[in-house]
């Protein structure tokens, strides 16, 4: 091989995986200063998140063992949400997945987690993993919802059996 087709090669490497890395760099950097904005929002309510999870840059849900408080945040730019749930109130959650069937595929429409709660003015809460009007792109929401299923479901309380 000769000196110019190294050259040229290296070249046509170089064009093809800066683009790649500069990509990778914005999103990290747009996941981390969505994860800061998040961790502040809990902060800014008395939340010292010891779990959370973040995605899409837009939605976060966390929980404060200390405390017994979940935290759910969705910085939508034209219906924003945060929800504080005390785990003592909890009386069950459940993951939905709302979804339809279209030429025998099936097309996702919603991912969420109901939450019932005793004695509230609300007493259920939806919490929304993925909406198909908020993002195009379906990626790992229905594991996360049913994870955080998971920790709601370890955290209710079952009420004790009363002695007579």
Not at 144 to 149: D, F, G, H, Q, T
Request: hydrophobic residues 40%; aromatic residues 10%; glycine residues 8%.
């Amino acid at each position: 091989m000769d000196f110019e087709t190294i050259i040229l090669g290296l070249l046509c490497l170089g064009a093809f995986l800066v683009p790649i890395f500069y990509i990778q760099r914005m999103q990290t950097g747009q996941t981390n200063k969505a994860l800061k904005v998040f961790l502040a929002a809990a902060e800014q309510q008395g939340l010292h998140l010891s779990k959370h999870d973040l995605w899409n840059e837009q939605y976060g849900i966390g929980l404060d063992e200390t405390k017994g408080k979940l935290y759910y945040w969705h910085n939508d730019a034209v219906d924003p949400q945060e929800v504080l749930i005390d785990l003592g109130t909890v009386r069950r959650s459940t993951v939905e997945n709302m979804y339809r069937e279209v030429n025998g595929n099936r097309i996702i429409d919603s991912i969420g987690l109901r939450v019932s709660l005793h004695g509230a003015k609300a007493p259920e809460l939806y919490l929304p993993f993925y909406t198909k009007e908020g993002s195009m792109m379906l990626s790992n929401e229905l594991p996360l919802a049913e994870k955080w299923n998971a920790i709601l479901q370890s955290a209710v309380v079952t009420p004790q059996a009363v002695k007579v």
